[in-house]
């Protein structure tokens, strides 16, 4: 076993480091379901030679990473009595991961689909500890709950998996029922403290770690083998009784090799990541594939949009597709910190994610088939003798009085040609009492765009192929429009319209 003043040690610096928590959470209604729940593992740690009597030789078990993970275990369907028998020893296989077909699997926009995952970022639908992760071809989600998010490889020894578990409590060790132990807290240190000071387990040096955003302590553990009781050939490890309220539990039997990384999440939820294996052959065979998928984990809101979701709101960091009503689809990427606001038949529009303003602001603005607004009515409707062409709309705009343009500059985008200029309002123009230089309109009735003196755009006007046009606005306040441009330009050239 390891020594009280190792995890003392351990647990002193993770404390005095002061484990930080990420916003608070919208958690889902729990929901009732019988499991226990696999969950991830990022690093690696091996056992090595462990023999009949694993305790005596806890103490030299070598960590082989400064950051490891803890392998845990899950079995489905498991009654409430887990009093356990023997396991049939399960013959090793080397993990094979096959790949499932992307057009059957579950997309990245679907994240409430079980089974096959197509290959890219997902989402837990119902955790109560929010997070996103990674995947290639070869991976199923087989459960997501509020309590748990089990993940398998094709390929791989039965009983072999990456698990999540949100807010355990430490199980009965006095019998086999499936309750909480009174008495004992819930805390990162709690657990970790009964976890190696438990007589039936040999557990590795806990190392401080952080996963996706959350700090915590990660160790192996499995059951020593000279343990009796009170569960034969098991020890109890954790519930959901009082907690998350619904009957799934967790322990460790028989030769199984468990990587527990147990993590000070949000409102005091201890979130549980874990690899489970049944023997340490196969624990290390699957720590390989397992290893990107637990280091890809990241802690999030749940209201964050997916790629290819039909979503309003804070984007996930990378790829991102228009959807209908927009008629001129389009892909795009983004970083951390974006968010879309706006999707109609016209206009499709992204924010940095903490701009207030809804009617205008900082933002990218993607705009279908404009007109040139009349500028001798407080109306919406077309100035007389201009076309709709992407020339003839740029000539009309060099014309107008009281706007500074730049000279246009052929330019393509996302398989679009056309030209880009910067333009700044010098007077107010016609403002037909909105304050507005009024500039634009669309066929949608609700819809019209005009700018203010001190909030230059940069404007892209391309050519659709059915020949419409796109324009694209990058827009801020003066006092922000350079450094706010070489942000969204990125983004701008990330484009990539299809028909």
């Known amino acids: 076993m390891t020594k009280r003043s190792d995890i003392e040690r351990v647990l002193d610096l993770w404390l005095d480091d002061g484990p930080t928590h990420v916003p608070d959470r919208v958690f889902d209604e729990a ?3 019988v499991y226990r729940a696999p969950q991830r593992s990022p690093w690696r740690l091996r056992w090595r030679n462990l023999t009949v009597n694993t305790r005596l ?34 013959p090793t296989v080397t993990p094979e991961v096959t790949s499932a077909p992307t057009s059957s699997a579950c997309q990245p926009s679907e994240p409430g689909c079980r089974g096959a995952l197509a290959s890219g970022i997902h989402f837990s639908d119902q955790l109560v500890t929010p997070l996103r992760y990674s995947v290639p071809e070869g991976w199923r989600k087989e459960l997501d709950v509020p309590g748990a998010l089990n993940l398998v490889a094709n390929g791989t020894t039965p009983e072999t998996f990456i698990a999540v578990w949100p807010d355990w409590q430490i199980m009965s060790q006095s019998d086999c029922a499936n309750r909480p132990e009174e008495g004992l807290g819930r805390g990162v240190s709690d657990l970790v403290t009964f976890l190696v000071d438990h007589p039936g387990l040999v557990a590795s040096p806990p190392e401080a770690v ?3 955003g959350l700090p915590g302590i990660v160790l192996d553990i499995r059951r020593d083998e000279a343990w009796t009781g009170p569960c034969p050939n098991a020890v109890n490890l954790f519930t959901h009784q009082g907690t998350i309220n619904d009957i799934g539990w967790q322990d460790v039997s028989g030769s199984r090799v468990n990587r527990l990384w147990l ?11 874990a690899i489970e294996a049944p023997n ?7 720590a390989e594939i397992a290893t990107p998928v637990i280091e890809s984990i990241v802690f999030t809101d749940k209201s964050s949009c997916v790629d290819g979701s039909p979503c309003i709101g804070r984007l996930l960091p990378g790829a991102h597709r228009t959807w209908s009503p927009f008629s ?12 879309n606001i706006f999707n109609t038949a016209h206009g499709y529009v992204v924010q940095p994610a903490d701009e207030t303003q809804k009617g205008g602001g900082r933002g990218i603005y993607v705009f279908l088939d404009l007109q040139a607004s009349n500028q001798a009515a407080c109306t919406r409707s077309s100035q007389p003798g ?43 123009g016609p403002v037909c009492g909105s304050g507005d230089y009024m500039l634009w309109f669309a066929d949608d009735p609700n819809f019209w765009w005009g700018m203010t003196p001190g909030n230059p755009e940069r404007h892209f006007v391309l050519d659709r192929p059915d020949g419409g046009t796109v324009f694209i606005i990058v827009t801020a306040p003066e006092a922000d429009f350079d450094g706010f441009v070489e942000a969204a330009m990125p983004i701008v050239e990330s484009f990539a319209f299809s028909s």
Do not use: C, M
């Not at 845990?72 to 399960?90: E, I």
């Not at 993590?263 to 990541?273: A, K």
């Not at 393509?412 to 107010?428: F, I, K």
């Open 31 to 33: 929901v009732a379901a």
């Open 57 to 90: 030789l806890a103490a030299s078990i070598a960590v082989l990473a400064v950051v490891a993970v803890v392998g845990v275990g899950l079995y489905a369907l498991r009654p409430t009595d887990n009093t356990a028998t023997t396991p049939t020893p399960t």
């Open 210 to 212: 952080v996963l996706g």
């Open 263 to 273: 993590l000070d999440g949000p409102d005091g939820h201890v979130t549980n990541v």
């Open 280 to 286: 340490d052959e196969a624990f290390d065979a699957f």
């Open 328 to 339: 001129q689809p389009f892909a795009y990427v983004v970083p951390d910190g974006w968010k």
């Open 386 to 428: 201009v076309g709709r062409t992407r020339e003839d709309l740029v000539a009309w705009l060099t014309s107008l009085p009281d706007l500074s343009i730049s000279d246009p500059v052929n330019v393509e985008v996302g398989g679009l040609s056309g030209v880009t200029y910067d333009l700044r309002a010098l007077g107010s």
